[in-house]
């Protein structure tokens, strides 16, 4: 399996909700990370876990919360969102060790507020 | 920190050639290439490590200067398959992948 698969494709929430982004690998990849992409813009770091331990915040406003449940699964917790923070949301994964591979990117997940 | 592309955007004909150019202000210890189509993910094309490496497959093929701090990307007797946005990132830190200001390539036939 050479997928990052991310659930669901497209959410629609509004400011006062809270769900939840899934992202799942089965590569045995031990990083993994969260992107925010805007319309015509590049792919912007928000988080990083390594080895299951969050290593990089991008100083991320905190209604955004990451979740690492194991070395397979990555979990962004959204609360309490603006329309501002709608957006495609990537998740990536890496090896960690070694610095010739790429990062493999799941198709991302469309999210709207309203 | 952000790498700079340029061109911003490139409108191309089948069968022609394009170079996408990557700069850093910062030192380069290894840059990536992705390509990105329209509500798709970013797809790894390839990684340079060392200065003055070239690598490539297919039409595709990329050098990395050190001492420049500068990267660029040579797509060969292009198709419409190439048509999309194209990212060189850097890793100023492990584990922290940025992404540079992206390059829309455009292939019509």
């Known amino acids: 399996d050479t997928e990052v698969t991310q659930t669901p494709k497209h959410l629609v929430m509004g400011m006062t909700n809270k769900k939840s982004l899934k992202c799942e690998q089965h590569m045995g990849h031990r990083a993994m990370y969260w992107y925010k992409q805007k319309a015509k813009k590049p792919p912007e770091l928000m988080f990083v876990?390594?080895?299951?331990?969050?290593?990089i915040n991008e100083s991320v406003p905190s209604r955004f919360s990451p979740e690492c449940p194991n070395s397979s699964l990555l979990n962004l917790h959204l609360h309490a969102l603006q329309p501002e923070d709608s957006a495609l949301y990537l998740c990536?994964?890496?090896?960690?060790?070694?610095?010739?591979?790429?990062?493999?990117f799941g198709s991302g997940t469309r999210l709207t507020v309203v | 920190q952000q790498p700079v592309q340029s061109p911003q955007a490139v409108i191309l004909r089948e069968g022609e050639d394009a170079v996408i150019n990557c700069s850093s202000s910062?030192?380069?210890?290894?840059v990536h290439w992705y390509r990105q189509k329209h509500g798709e993910a970013p797809v790894f094309l390839m990684i340079?490590?060392?200065?003055?490496e070239q690598k490539g497959h297919d039409k595709i093929s990329a050098s990395f200067n050190e001492k420049k701090q500068q990267s660029s990307l040579y797509l060969t007797a292009s198709q419409l398959s190439y048509s999309g946005t194209y990212f060189c990132g850097t890793r100023p830190v492990v584990d922290k992948l940025i992404f540079g200001t992206g390059t829309l390539l455009a292939v019509q036939p």
């Open positions: 990536a994964s890496h090896p960690a060790e070694g610095v010739s591979y790429g990062y493999t």
């Open positions: 910062k030192a380069l210890y290894s």
């Open positions: 876990y390594s080895y299951e331990k969050l290593s």
């Open positions: 340079l490590l060392k200065g003055g």
